[in-house]
């Protein structure tokens, strides 16, 4: 079983949508929970940084952790163009090294 | 904002010559990293790098892999002899040691893009 699983896409949505991003996970030592967001030869852009189960809010975006599941959500309100890239889900147990789910593809249409 | 830069974005080598990435990280940021996403797959935790030692590795970093701080604001990843199979993108990361905390969240460069013929 892969340590996280996230489901490729691609997601294609209109513009307004909103968009649910989903990642599950196997290893119970995980404490610390990212979203990050990486548009087309960039390198990953930080959106969200949550310890523990909870939600967290920053503007259109609410990051939701759910341990006792082993399920992380990332929800996008109101979608723009601009939202469109690939949304990688990480994660760690406390200490340094991330692991990354494989990433959603992300298109909001006009 | 204050960024990670790495350079060169590309760097084209043929296999066995050795290559060195550069990253300078965020200024006052005290653990470094470097991960590596080959194409189409997820980004790979390579090694954390903090007071001037490493601190956890994977099993990719073997022996051909090293890293450095030469001085106070780079930080290198050298890989000794190159195989084709190290064509992927390199993403070096730094986060902040506030109060004396590894789990703060690590921010990324845009990469270099290591190519190997």
């Known amino acids: 079983q892969k340590e996280v699983e996230q489901d490729p896409g691609p997601l294609s949505v209109p513009e307004g949508a909103i968009v649910s991003l989903n990642c599950t996970y196997s290893n119970s030592a995980f404490q610390y929970f990212m979203w990050y967001r990486q548009y087309s030869r960039k390198g990953p852009e930080l959106l969200m940084y949550?310890?523990?189960?909870g939600n967290k809010e920053d503007g259109r975006f609410t990051a939701q952790v759910d341990k006792s599941s082993k399920y992380i959500s990332l929800f996008i309100r109101d979608s723009q163009p601009s939202d469109s890239a690939t949304y990688l889900c990480a994660m760690k147990p406390s200490g340094s090294r991330l692991t990354f789910g494989e990433g959603t593809q992300l298109t909001v249409n006009p | 904002e204050p960024e990670v830069t790495q350079t060169p974005s590309h760097q084209v080598t043929q296999m066995g010559q050795e290559v060195i990435l550069r990253c300078v990280p965020i200024?006052?940021?005290?653990?470094f990293y470097w991960y590596r996403q080959i194409l189409g797959q997820k980004v790979e935790f390579l090694v954390s790098?903090?007071?001037?030692?490493?601190?956890?590795k994977s099993e990719i970093f073997d022996d051909q892999f090293s890293v450095e701080r030469p001085d106070g604001s780079n930080f290198t990843l050298k890989i000794r002899s190159t195989k084709l199979e190290d064509s992927a993108m390199y993403f070096c990361?730094?986060?902040?040691?506030?109060?004396?905390?590894?789990?703060?969240?690590?921010?990324f460069g845009d990469g270099t893009r290591l190519s190997i013929l």
């Open positions: 790098f903090y007071n001037n030692e490493i601190s956890e």
């Open positions: 990361a730094s986060s902040d040691p506030a109060g004396g905390d590894s789990n703060q969240p690590q921010h």
């Open positions: 200024s006052n940021h005290l653990y």
């Open positions: 949550t310890y523990s189960s």
